[in-house]
């Protein structure tokens, strides 16, 4: 038995229904992410999907330390605060550190931790005593079933608002694998599975001082996840990823999206 994880409206866990998370990787300026958030409710609210809106004030895990990494946690999280208001919709964004969570409480719906931060005790016991939703995404260098381990933290803190963000295992040098019995076998643990369709075809460090990607393989992996039984779907958008200052090479266009959610949301009436 799967735990419902509500946040207004919005039920992740429910049968033949996914939740939509997305946005650019990174917020780049206020406009854009007004323009990416209104674009991607529009388009969810006519296929009927729930949507929650996804960008980062932070992206403290670059490849270089002259890669951007965001407008910082005062002016990002204003902005996804506006987003919030405007738009009527959860938010969500990574969190770095306990003093981050602090700050970052009053505005995201869901406190998302890196994947590269998993296993940080303090972090997690942080982000679980807000109360909120926490989405922690399973480390590349975790297998499925000592996912357990992350869980329990947050339990022990009282908080059984949990998902699991799936986003590929790591496969040699500069690449990642899926396993999608991951999926099943964490969702065997009682809580939702989120699949990250952009990151699971990132290629980590692979173009030297900047992560590349093979986006062409997005919606053949989101398919896979889908037809495995997982509970939402994570994508990072862009309405030109060769322009995008964040993970452009595994991103996939804003153009896209509608065709893909619409097979998405049949494959999931179909297994369920």
Known sequence: MIQKIKINNIVFGEKKRFVFI???????????????????????????IPFVYKSSFDKANRSSHTSYRGPGLKKG??????????YKIPVVSDVHSVEEVTVAQEVLDIIQIPAFLCRQTDLIFAAAKTGKVVNIKKGQFVSPWEVINII????????????????????????LVNDFRSIPIIRAMGYPVVFDGTHSVQMPGGLGKI???????????????IAAGVD???????????????????????????DLLTVLSAIKKVIE
């Open 77 to 86: 999280l204003s902005i996804l605060k506006k987003i919030k208001q405007e």
């Open 152 to 175: 329990k933290k947050v339990l022990s803190q009282g908080n059984k608002k949990i998902l699991i963000t799936e986003r590929g295992f790591s496969f040699g040098y500069n690449n």
């Open 211 to 225: 992560s590349g990607g093979m986006r062409e393989f997005i919606p053949m992996l989101s398919k896979c996840a």
């Open 232 to 258: 939402a779907i994570f994508l990072e958008v862009h309405e030109d990823p060769s322009k995008a200052l964040c993970d452009g090479p595994n991103t996939l266009p804003l153009g896209e999206v509608k």
């Open 22 to 48: 997305g946005g650019p990787c990174v917020i780049e300026n206020e406009k854009s992410a007004l323009r990416h958030a209104e674009k991607l409710i529009r388009l969810s609210t006519d296929l009927k």
